[in-house]
C-alpha cells in the first residue's frame, strides 16, 4: 500500500487552521515526516515519489506551515523535477507546480532553509507563477477549473495577484463555477482564495479563543428532474499499441439527473457485458483509472482525459459532472 502522504498533508493543514492544542498533532507530523522518506524510497529506481509530486508536494507544505524542517535533499527532489519538467500534464500540471510553490515560497518564508537555497526557492516560485499565467486559457481558467484556485494561491502568496491580470480574470472565471467545488477537499481550495489567502497564512494565524458560532446548515435535497436521458458513451485509444481507435461507442440510458459516474455504472449493467471500468477514490472524488481493462499508469505516462464531443476537456469530476439528453462523452487514453 502506499503511503498516504497527501491526505495526511491535508488533513494535517486543515487541523492548523483550526488553531489544535499543540500535543494531538505532533504524532501525525513525525508520522508525515516518515511517509515522504517512505514515498521515494519505494520508487527511488524510477526517480520519483511512488505516489505522485503532487502529494510529495503538500507533504513538503504542510510540515512548512507546522514550522518543520525537512532534508534538503526533498527540496532538491522537488526542485529537480519542476526544472525538467517532470510535475504532470494538463491540469495536473498546473495544480502540481502550484502546490510546490506554495512548499518553496514557505520555506523561504519561515526561514527553514539556508539563504543560497531560498533564493533559489524563490526564482522557482515565481517562476511557477510566470507559468500559470501562460497555462490560462482564454475563458480565464488556469489548467482546469479545480487547478485554477491552486494557481491563485501562487499569485497571492507570491505577491504577483496585483500585477498580473491572469489573477483577476481567473478570479472571475472561478466565481462563475462555484458549483463546481462540491467536496469538502474542493472547497478547502477555494474558500482561501475567496477571502484574499493561501494556505500559507495558516502558518501565521494567530490562535484565540473564538466563540463557537458554528450553526448546522439545513441543506435541501437536489430536485428530482423526471424522465431519462440518452449518452452516448465512447471509449477511444489513439496510442499507436491499440488494435483500433474506437473501442466502445453505445448509448447509454439514465435518469435526467444522472452524473457521468452513473453513466459509467448503467453502462457496466448493460447486456452484453462489454463495458468495465475502475475507478480510485482521492480527496477530489473518484479518479478514473481503468476502462475495458487498460489501465492509465503515471509510470507510462498516460492517463484517461475525458470529454465532451468533439474535443471539449471535462472541467468536473466524474461524480459532479452530469451530461446533457443526447451528449456524447469520450473516454480517451492519452500520453503526457
Known sequence: EPPHTGRLALYLLGLRATCPPLSPHRLLVTWLKYYLEEDWTGSRQQGHPVTSYYQYGLGVLALCVHHKRVREEVIQRLL???????????????????????????????RLVGTGLAAKLRVAAHEASGNMAKAQGPDGVIGNIYSTPW??????????????????QAMAALLENLEAFGTAATMAQVLPVLHGRSYLDIASMHCGEEPDTLTPLDMEPLAEVPGNKTVQLVVECPLPWCYELRLYDRPVSVPAAASLLAVLQAAAALQPPDFRYHTQDTPQGPFLTQVLGLEARQEKRNYWQILTAPNTPLQMGIADYRPRDGETLILRLSEW
Open 151 to 168: 494557481a491563485l494561491q501562487v499569485f497571492l502568496a507570491t505577491g504577483t495577484c496585483q500585477k498580473e491580470p491572469a489573477f483577476s
Open 80 to 110: 529537480t523535477a519542476q526544472h525538467h519538467g517532470r510535475l504532470g500534464h494538463g491540469g495536473n500540471t498546473v495544480d502540481t507546480e502550484a502546490v510546490v510553490a506554495l512548499a518553496f515560497t514557505c520555506l523561504e518564508r519561515r
